[in-house]
Every structure is written in C-alpha cells, then in structure tokens.
C-alpha cells in the first residue's frame, strides 16, 4: 500500500457562474521513502495538489489516504492533527518567528501538540543537529544566514517525524549555491528514508529526484522516472577509470 494515494481527485472553484477545475481527476501514488518533485507552471495546479496531499485543503470531488486513513471528507480540525501529527512543510519563505531563538522556532509545531518542555528541547535539538545547526540554537532568525535559516525551517519540518515532508519552491529565496546545499540536505534526508516531495516550475530542481510529475492544466500530464529515463542528476556518475597501458 502505498503512504498516500489519491484516486479521481478533482477540485472544483466557482466565479459566478463560471467553473474552474484546478484539479481534474488526479490519480497519484507517493510510496513511503521517495523523493519526488511536483513541476508545473503558474495556474498548472501543482500548488493545488500539494494543499490537497498536505491536508491543507479537501477535494470537491475522489479520495485521499493517507497512511491507511480515508481523509478526504475531514473536517478542518482533524485536518489539522492529521498535518500536526504526519506531514512537515518547507516554504520558499522560511516563516521563522523573529522573536523566538532558533531552538523555540523548531519546538513550535510541539508547543502546539501538547509535548512536555524537556521532550521538546531534546526533540528539537535532535532535530537541528540533523541540519547540522546544534550550535546556533541560541540565535534569533536574523542573525543566519538565508540557507541557515531555511535549515531551521527544514528542521522544524522534521521535528514531529512526519510521514512526508513537502517543500514548497525550498531555493526560491536562496542563491544558486545555497539552493544546491539545501536540496543535498533533502537528498541526505531521501537516504536516511524519509519521503519527500519538492514542488517547483523549475526542470533544473525536479531534475535532482528520481520521479518528477509534471502537472498541466489540472492533470498529471507525464511521470518520469529519472533513473529509468536516464536523468539521475543527485549524484554525478563516477568517473571511467581508464584502462591500465
């Protein structure tokens, strides 16, 4: 069984009397432990089927299981524990708080689930020295780095040990070489068997994972499996060793 399966999943918007389909019958099965990216244009609704697979929104019409559990007719608080509980997010936007230290930022998604004090700080720190940054707990946002905080922001998704991580355009906000160390931290985290799924407009960035959905006009218009086409670019092949002379 696969960690989240969605089968005939439409979302329906309305304006006056005219009907907007920015999902048109989506089937899609993510299995736990892949790293697959979400690719499509502005208004291809790529977005719309992150908020559907995050919980962040109900389709209008299908079903949705996630992690053995039927979801799609949830209300918005159960919605809410199943995101709290199963699924991490990573925006293009780090969405740290300022006022808080690097440490309270991460505990937040605890806070809100009721975790004791201690367990929180040993989760979070845990949490952090994934991303490698144990030892700025003690700074606010603003005194890191872009990528340093969008490390935070990733360790803050990783905290509750989600069943997904969805990372939303993660390097928008990053220069080129920040961006790569980011994705590098996803393809260490893919290894260590977590599932990750990137949504981007951009081929260079859906090009790192080993399945890309490409989304057009509401629907899945290809799947590529990157190491069967060819494309696996997370890792440079090795160089031939020449023959001896």
Same mark, same amino acid.
């Given at each position: 069984?696969?960690?989240?399966?969605?089968?005939?999943?439409?979302?329906?918007?309305?304006?006056?009397?005219?009907?907007?389909?920015?999902?048109?019958?989506?089937?899609?099965?993510?299995?736990?432990?892949?790293?697959?990216?979400?690719?499509?244009?502005?208004?291809?609704?790529?977005?719309?089927?992150?908020?559907?697979?995050?919980?962040?929104?109900?389709?209008?019409?299908?079903?949705?299981?996630?992690?053995?559990?039927?979801? %799609?007719?949830?209300? !918005?608080?159960?919605? =809410?524990?199943?995101? +709290?509980? @199963? $699924?991490? #997010?990573?925006?293009?936007?780090?969405?740290?708080?300022?006022?808080?230290?690097?440490?309270?930022?991460?505990?937040?998604?605890?806070?809100?689930?009721?975790?004791?004090?201690?367990?929180?700080?040993?989760?979070?720190?845990?949490?952090?020295?994934?991303?490698?940054?144990?030892?700025?707990?003690?700074?606010?946002?603003?005194?890191?780095?872009?990528?340093? %905080?969008?490390?935070? !922001?990733?360790?803050? =998704?990783?905290?509750? +040990?989600? @069943? $997904?991580? #969805?990372?939303?355009?993660?390097?928008?906000?990053?220069?080129?070489?920040?961006?790569?160390?980011?994705?590098?931290?996803?393809?260490?985290?893919?290894?260590?068997?977590?599932?990750?799924?990137?949504?981007?407009?951009?081929?260079?960035?859906?090009?790192?994972?080993?399945?890309?959905?490409?989304?057009?006009?509401?629907?899945?218009?290809?799947?590529?499996?990157?190491?069967?086409?060819?494309?696996?670019?997370?890792?440079?092949?090795?160089?031939?060793?020449?023959?001896?002379?």
């Amino acid at each position: 069984m696969a960690l989240i399966e969605l089968r005939g999943v439409s979302k329906i918007y309305r304006v006056g009397e005219e009907e907007i389909r920015a999902l048109d019958n989506v089937d899609l099965d993510i299995q736990e432990g892949e790293f697959i990216s979400i690719i499509g244009p502005s208004g291809s609704g790529k977005s719309t089927l992150m908020h559907i697979l995050g919980c962040l929104d109900s389709p209008t019409h299908g079903t949705i299981q996630l992690d053995g559990t039927m979801i %799609q007719n949830a209300t !918005a608080v159960q919605l =809410a524990g199943i995101r +709290n509980r @199963k $699924i991490g #997010f990573v925006f293009q936007f780090f969405n740290l708080l300022p006022k808080l230290n690097v440490l309270q930022n991460v505990e937040l998604p605890m806070v809100y689930a009721g975790v004791a004090t201690r367990e929180r700080r040993d989760h979070a720190m845990k949490a952090l020295k994934l991303v490698e940054l144990e030892n700025r707990s003690r700074h606010r946002p603003l005194q890191l780095s872009g990528g340093q %905080q969008q490390r935070v !922001a990733i360790a803050r =998704a990783l905290v509750n +040990n989600p @069943k $997904i991580i #969805f990372a939303d355009e993660p390097t928008g906000n990053l220069d080129s070489h920040t961006g790569e160390a980011i994705l590098e931290l996803f393809h260490r985290l893919s290894q260590e068997g977590r599932t990750i799924a990137l949504v981007t407009h951009d081929p260079e960035i859906a090009a790192v994972t080993p399945r890309r959905i490409e989304i057009r006009d509401g629907k899945i218009a290809r799947q590529v499996d990157a190491k069967l086409a060819g494309l696996d670019r997370i890792r440079p092949a090795a160089p031939a060793v020449p023959p001896a002379q």
